[in-house]
């Protein structure tokens, strides 16, 4: 038969009676859950805010049922070539086409209004604002195309 533990001195108390565990936990009701909170040391005089989780949008429905159609297109964009003879002057010496355009046009939708409408391709856009408040053009012809070629077969000027 084993020796009992009661006796010996090296033995480990079984643990703490029950009614130490109900004082201990009387005591910490009494303190409450914030009895030992620490101040955290702020080591810098400006606060970064921390960073927290992002979520992307997850829409339920879209905003627009259908998205509108562009509100400048080609013929839109071109509103009439112009057959001035400064204009002629240009187209002949220069191999430049004259149109007036949409005031709200860029250069770029300029470019791709004339290649969609004209099949030419162009060297660069110059625009103005006229005095009367509409937009001229010039847009200057690559080497491949001929301006007056463009404006006697597709636009009738000449």
């Known amino acids: 038969m084993p020796p009992k533990t009661e006796n010996r001195k090296d033995a480990k108390p079984g643990g703490k009676k ?7 936990a009387a005591k910490a009701a009494l303190r409450g859950v914030h009895g030992n909170k620490v101040k955290k040391v702020r080591l810098s005089t400006t606060f970064h805010r921390p960073k927290t989780l992002r979520l992307s949008r997850a829409p339920k429905y879209p905003r627009k049922s259908i ?5 400048l297109d080609q013929f839109k964009v071109i ?3 112009v057959n001035t003879e400064s204009a002629m002057k240009k187209i002949e010496e220069n191999n430049t086409l004259v149109f007036i355009v949409d005031v709200k046009a860029s250069k ?9 409408l004209y ?4 060297v660069k856009i110059n625009t103005l604002i006229r005095p009367d408040g509409s937009k001229k053009a010039y ?3 690559t080497k491949d ?3 007056l070629d463009i404006a006697a077969t597709k636009l009738a000027l000449v």
């Open 18 to 24: 029950p009614a130490g565990k109900a004082n201990q």
């Open 67 to 71: 998205p509108h159609e562009p509100r």
């Open 79 to 81: 509103v009439h070539p």
């Open 108 to 116: 770029r939708q300029i470019k791709e209004a004339l290649k969609k």
């Open 119 to 122: 099949d030419v391709e162009c």
């Open 139 to 141: 847009a200057r012809l």
């Open 145 to 147: 195309f001929d301006a």
